[in-house]
């Protein structure tokens, strides 16, 4: 490896650089790959992980944890499609199952912040609960959409392109702005960086943290509806495993687990990578089992590429 | 002979030369002082000489031989053994476990217990260290846990020991037990590296010393014999600092806050206080005394249990520091590392943490006025840093103080500012920069309120002193009335009290 070379790869946008210039390989190498209907596809895939990263990357950038928001998204699908169809109104599905993501985030916020809980047990603790909700409230069974525009919400185009993918660029759009212009995003942050320091700085740590665990709920909730409505029914096994690919991409991207650091365009380079990762493999007919380990020594690659970059900016 | 010798070291980090170009050597059975400013290039020094960072240019010479070390586990193996401020020790073993932890006496695995603790116990007593082995080291005061530091490197036979600001929260007592102790090692030929901010340790202990300034060897005396501490303050400086303290009388107002009956989990006894416009008031007393302890309470970084606290005649009642600023109280605390600085995040950052509500319209941050006023207060503050983005972790602690300050200057409304240990660990040249920022505040009419365990710097900065003692104010005095008898009288516990607030 020359010098120069080795100095983009360990420098601040290193992984970037290694996204496009993995993106540019597999669309020469791959037949298939760079078409619009792949891409389209590609995008469709990473939806579900790739909203949920964009709260996941709060949270971990304040030190915290989240595992329930698999099961967030199971149960906000559930809860829109059985309200929608017991009152007709697919509005009245959405809002409730906004509500009910925003519920659980709070419970958890309060019971983390207020209480003092570590959050990987809280959240633990929930994504049991809420797995459990959803479970019961269908009675362990799929439901149906009644109202054929449901499935719109997932189907509609706008300019070509899926609506959930427009959702979520915006969302990206949305989480990099709060992060990096609003308060909310620096004391997310701060806390993250020395939770102590900044509560004696002013900043309202039990509030952000709050906060920050609502609008996950929230997000999750976004996230369950567009599946439900792309899956065609509620399913309380949906999205099982969901937050430990967010967590992954997240790392990907150089949000840090020790807290402090995060930045919207790694987080959304690491949702990319695991998707491109995926995709490939789809295309090239890799069995599915051989998937998982890929998927796993891609992780351990970029968190060893991670540290070998915070050893070159010196052990300070 | 020379036993140890820096050959031209010369290091670099990002944006600053740490080093550049620093020869010299120590005499084997001498104690060599290595002394410097903030940012001097010290810490950079023991670095290098500990294996953790590898030097752009230059050697290190141990007995004749060039040492070419990896690794801090080389460096190890050569004899270095550095003893860094934050010291290293496992607090649920016991003392004889962490001085025999790696190679612990073993028979198939299974410890020898009664061999290791005799073992330890015997090379404690001929070092002189009077701790038993089979405690725990998290019940040890920080003086013993300095002890069994330096009893590790006896142990582990090292030639060169370097010590960093060792008694930089060491009660006189225990300082003089480490005194001791080094000169034990002295006069076992070992070479001793002792790197302190005090004058007076250094004139005491050290054969010959080294003195740095902006990463260059400023100067190096052989001997200290015909060395006066004034020529190696201004070596430290690079200029003469006549009054370290520079007190100057100024008008003071009314009466801005007004503290009564104040106590919580950890001050029993309510504490009643005052402290006017204009007014520099500080706190002496050991540590323990309970002085950081009531201006937490006063800050409301701990619940109060009792107290009221008024503001310019006003009562208010701050449940957390959120709400204190928000009436005009801010603290610099006395543990910066923990309480202060918020690690991987820019100076800006840390700068506009608070302030930043002022200018922040929606929630939405202003980019421009938070550069401008990162910027107007690294230039005033005369904060050394290659850029406002600089990750705050990288810079000395005196800047690191002044970036704390900063942040505080920044906020608009301050009536009160206490700030906690304002110097500890800060040379000299940036402590008079810091009492000239709290003289200007109080001439603005700011009250300030200063809580130190230096008796000269309360002596010198301070109009008026109140003492405290197990937990309780024990003396007032004005500026008319300092002296150091009637103070230390004050903070010392009556003999009925056990020992043990002062260790």
């Known amino acids: 490896m020359t010098n120069s070379f080795k100095k983009v790869l360990l420098g601040d946008q290193g992984l970037v650089v290694i996204f496009v210039l993995a993106f540019a390989l597999v669309s020469i190498f791959v037949p298939n790959f760079l078409t619009e209907r792949n891409m389209l596809g590609l995008l469709q895939s990473v939806v579900t992980v790739g909203i949920v990263a964009c709260t996941m990357m709060f949270c971990l950038a304040a030190r915290d944890f989240d595992l329930s928001v698999g099961s967030i998204v199971a149960f906000a699908g559930m809860v829109a499609v059985m309200a929608s169809n017991a009152t007709g109104s697919i509005i009245v599905g959405i809002l409730a199952a906004l509500l009910c993501g925003a519920a659980v985030g709070l419970v958890n916020g309060v019971v983390i912040a207020k209480f003092r809980i570590n959050a990987l047990i809280t959240t633990l603790a929930t994504m049991q609960i809420v797995r459990g909700l959803a479970l019961i409230s269908s009675d ?153 380990i890929v998927r796993g020594v891609i992780l351990l690659l970029a968190v060893l590429l991670d540290n070998l970059r915070s050893s070159a900016l010196g052990r300070r | 002979m020379s036993f140890l010798e820096f050959a031209h070291i010369s290091k670099s980090y990002p944006g600053v030369q740490a080093l550049s170009d620093v020869s010299f050597s120590v005499e ?135 010590l960093d600001e060792p008694t930089s929260s ?77 007190w100057r009388p100024r008008a003071i107002g009314g009466t801005r806050l007004k503290a009564n009956g104040i106590s919580g989990e950890k001050l029993g006894q309510p504490a009643s206080f005052e402290v006017r416009s204009g007014e520099i008031l500080g706190f002496f007393g050991l540590i ?81 006025k938070e550069v401008e006023v990162a910027e107007t207060f690294i230039k005033k503050l005369k904060v050394r840093t290659p850029s406002r983005k600089q990750d705050i972790v990288n810079l000395s602690g005196g800047n690191q103080q002044k970036v704390i300050l900063g942040r ?39 009250a300030i309120i200063v809580v130190s365990s230096e008796l000269p710097e309360v002596m010198g900065i301070c109009d008026r002193i109140l003492v405290m003692c197990g937990g309780r104010i024990s003396a007032h005095l004005d500026r008319d009335q300092f002296s150091e008898q009637a103070i230390l009288a004050a903070a010392l516990p009556d003999k009925k009290t056990p020992d043990a607030i002062a260790s």
């Open chain 1, 140 to 292: 362990g069974r799929a439901v149906g959409i009644n109202d054929p525009n449901f499935y719109q919400l997932a189907l509609s185009k706008l300019f070509g392109v899926p609506t959930p993918i427009w959702v979520l660029l915006l969302l990206f759009v949305v989480f990099g702005f709060v992060l990096n212009r609003t308060v909310f995003g620096k004391n997310t942050l701060a806390i993250g960086g020395n939770p102590e320091a900044s509560r004696l700085a002013g900043v309202n740590v039990d509030r952000t943290r709050i906060w920050i665990f609502t609008l996950q709920g929230v997000v999750c909730a976004i996230a369950g509806i567009l599946l439900a409505s792309r899956i065609t029914s509620g399913q309380p096994n949906a999205a099982v495993g969901l937050e430990l690919s967010v967590i992954s991409a997240c790392v990907l991207g150089g949000v840090s687990l020790a807290g402090g650091r995060a930045a919207i365009a790694g987080v959304i380079v690491g949702v990319m990578i695991m998707g491109i990762a995926e995709n490939v493999m789809n295309l090239l007919n890799i069995p599915a089992f051989y998937q998982y």
């Open chain 2, 28 to 162: 084997k059975g001498a104690v060599h002082g290595l002394m410097g400013e903030n940012g001097a290039g010290k810490s950079t020094m023991i670095r290098v000489l500990s294996g953790d960072q590898h030097a752009d240019y230059g050697d290190i010479v141990i007995d004749g031989q060039v040492q070419k070390y990896a690794s801090t586990r080389d460096a190890f193996h050569a004899g270095v053994i550095v003893i860094h401020q934050e010291l290293q020790l496992v607090p649920e073993l016991t003392v004889a476990e962490n001085l025999c932890l790696g190679r612990f006496p073993a028979n198939a695995g299974v410890i020898q217990s009664r061999q290791m603790f005799a073992e330890v116990y015997e090379k404690l007593k001929s070092a002189g260290i009077d701790i038993d082995p089979r405690r725990k080291v998290k019940t040890l005061s920080i003086g013993e846990r300095q002890m069994v530091e330096i009893a590790k490197a006896i142990m582990l036979d090292a030639r060169v020991i370097a």
């Open chain 2, 170 to 246: 060491l009660s006189s007592r225990e300082s003089e037990i480490l005194f001791a102790l080094i000169e034990r090692l002295r006069a076992e030929g070992k070479v001793i590296l002792y790197i302190s901010h005090r004058l007076d340790e250094v004139f005491r202990l050290c054969d010959s010393l080294t003195v740095l300034r902006d990463g260059k060897l400023a100067a190096h005396h052989p001997s200290l014999d015909n060395v006066t501490r004034e020529q190696v303050v201004a070596e430290m400086v690079g200029r003469e600092i006549s009054n370290v303290w520079g």
């Open chain 2, 288 to 368: 323990g005394a309970g002085r950081s302890e009531l201006m937490r309470l006063i800050y409301a970084a701990d619940p109060r249990s009792s107290g009221a606290i008024t503001m310019d005649g006003k009562a208010i009642q701050p449940a957390d520091p959120h709400q204190a600023i928000r009436s005009g109280i801010v603290l610099c605390s006395e543990d910066r590392k923990h309480d202060g600085i918020i690690q991987g995040r820019s100076l800006e950052e840390n700068i506009n943490i608070s302030s930043r509500r002022h200018h922040a319209r929606f929630g939405i941050l202003n980019p421009r």
């Open chain 2, 408 to 446: 505080w200057l920044s906020e608009q409304g301050v009536k009160v500012l206490i700030v906690d240990e304002p110097t500890r660990g800060i040379d000299v040249g940036a402590k008079s920069e810091i009492y000239e920022i709290l003289y200007q505040l109080a001439e603005d009419g700011m």
